[in-house]
């Protein structure tokens, strides 16, 4: 089922949603608010905007009403363009939505931003840039050019639409359209960095998201709940684990060079070696503290019993859990899902090796929410026009 809806509209002004604490305390120092209060009337906001979702300055009640005044004159509290929404049969939804432009030349960049509900948790997957540069072979999202990379405010925005949508805010009714998490469960409990992009090619706002998230007086989601995925910049990640310490994911999928330089092209210049090194010096890493490993499961090309069994050794002292992913198939895939089968077998080794090894449950297929398959619809939309105008 697919909607198209509009959270807001566009505006000139500048939003505060989504902002750091430092870039709101700058935005109050533009409207000459003296220094010594800037401090009290930033954590006033931050409340405001991040546990309350208030999208109103009048609402404030406990911000003065000329500094109410004053804000509402200079700037918004307006989230994203939802250009479209989608509802799976299984209760996964997934959001088209429009950024604000950065710049004169920028129009507005789209992303898709997947929710996934289970009865106990809501996991947000967010996106950390527009398109993508690694052009792994089986995944969609990576046969999109990279537009360019997000701001800290365009991810932790993703967040407060997602917290709208779904009555996630105090006092908020949410959605009787599909599976939410049971009572007394936060509608967004989880997030994961496994949208569109590299969360590592765009350090520092993804770095600077995660505070925003994890913040005790807003948002406040556990880092323990917060997971950044990468394929591997290996320079990045003892980078994530010092300065922001979230949860890792490594996008796997080979226990050789020679196959993973062909699924995960970036291999070339981080091999398997390097990048598992990076795991094992990866700061926090313990058995209460587990890197995910993620495996997509390509039938014929990586699903082998012997494959299996290289994957246990070369995770070896390393805290792991590993995910096996059943491929998700997008139009003109050059690859297929392994037999169930295959990938029961496959999960045994890992598993009788002392390794937990969950097969990830393909959510969201039916409206290419799944795992690999996003992609924006205005750049399938291209797509289409331009063979169009090649066929005639």
């Not at 209760?91 to 939505?97: F, I, P």
């Not at 998201?209 to 917060?226: C, H, Q």
């Not at 226990?255 to 990048?275: G, M, Q």
């Not at 992913?325 to 690859?335: E, Q, R, T």
Request: charged letters at 25%; proline letters at 7%.
């Amino acid at each position: 089922m697919e909607t198209t809806t509009s959270l807001v509209t566009t505006s000139p002004a500048r939003s505060l949603a989504g902002l750091t604490r430092a870039d709101l305390g700058l935005a109050l120092a533009s409207l000459d608010v003296p220094e010594r209060e800037i401090r009290m009337r930033t954590a006033q906001l931050w409340h405001w905007i991040y546990h309350r979702g208030i999208r109103d300055f009048d609402a404030m009640a406990n911000i003065a009403k000329p500094l109410r005044q004053k804000l509402a004159a200079h700037f918004t509290l307006a989230r994203p363009q939802v250009v479209s929404a989608q509802l799976s049969a299984d209760g996964t939804r997934k959001w088209l939505m429009r950024m604000p432009p950065v710049d004169a030349r920028d129009k507005g960049a789209e992303i898709e931003c997947v929710y996934i509900p289970e009865h106990d948790r809501g996991t947000l997957c967010v996106s950390s840039q527009v398109g993508c540069t690694l052009t792994c072979s089986f995944c969609h999202t990576g046969t999109q050019r990279l537009v360019r990379n997000l701001t800290t405010q365009d991810i932790v925005a993703q967040v407060l639409v997602a917290r709208d949508l779904l009555g996630d805010f105090p006092g908020a009714v949410p959605p009787t359209d599909g599976l939410v998490p049971g009572e007394g469960n936060r509608a967004v409990s989880n997030i994961v960095f496994m949208g569109m992009g590299e969360p590592l090619y765009n350090f520092d706002a993804v770095r600077d998201a995660v505070d925003v998230m994890s913040d005790g007086d807003g948002l406040s989601l556990s880092r323990r709940r917060i997971t950044v995925s990468t394929s591997g910049v290996v320079p990045e990640i003892p980078r994530l684990g010092a300065e922001s310490g979230p949860m890792l994911a490594i996008s796997l999928h080979a226990t050789s060079n020679e196959l993973r330089n062909r699924l995960v092209p970036l291999n070339k210049r981080y091999p398997i070696a390097d990048l598992l090194q990076a795991c094992r010096d990866y700061p926090g890493a313990s058995n209460a503290r587990r890197i995910t490993f993620e495996y997509v499961m390509l039938k014929g090309i990586n699903d082998s019993p012997a494959e299996a069994r290289e994957l246990v050794r070369l995770l070896k002292h390393i805290p792991a859990k590993i995910n096996l992913i059943p491929f998700n198939p997008w139009p003109g895939a050059p690859y297929e899902c392994s037999d169930w089968g295959t990938i029961e077998r496959f999960s045994d080794i890992v598993f009788n090796a002392g390794y937990a090894s969950p097969v990830r449950t393909p959510r969201g297929r039916d409206i290419l929410a799944a795992c690999g398959q996003l992609k924006s619809e205005t750049e399938k939309l291209r797509a289409r026009a331009r063979l169009a105008i090649d066929e005639g």
